[in-house]
C-alpha cells in the first residue's frame, strides 16, 4: 500500500490570530492525527495569515499547486480554513485536486 503524501494546509484571518498561534495549533494537531491515523506524511505544509474571503491567497496557491502531484492530497483541519466561498470549494473539487478536511473526514 503506497503511503498517503499530504500537503497540508492551514489558515487564520488576522495578524493577531497569527501571533497567538490560536487557531494554527490547533489546525497543526487536527492535521496531524488525520494522517497519523490514515498512515499518511505530511509532504508539506503552508500557513496563511488571509481572510477566507479573499480565494488568491499566495500559500494557498502553493499548497493547490503540490496537492496535484500525483499521490498527493490537499488537507484542512476545517472546511472554513479553506474558504467562505462554497463557489471556490467546489471549483477546487472539479479542478480535480483531492482534498480533504479533517472535520468531515470520518472514521
Sequence with gaps: MRELKLVAYMRV????????GLGLEAQKA?????????GGRIAAQFTEIESGKISD??????AIRHAKIPGAR???????R????ASFT????DSGVKFVCCDNAGS
Aim: no cysteine; aromatic share 2%; proline share 0%.
Design 30 to 38: 487536527d492535521i496531524e492525527n488525520f494522517a497519523r491515523t490514515r
Design 13 to 20: 484571518s488576522t495578524q493577531k490570530q497569527g501571533r497567538s
Design 90 to 93: 467546489l471549483t477546487l473539487r
Design 82 to 85: 479553506l474558504s467562505r466561498s
Design 57 to 62: 491567497r499566495g500559500e494557498l496557491i502553493k
Design 74 to 80: 490537499l488537507v484542512i483541519a476545517k472546511l472554513d
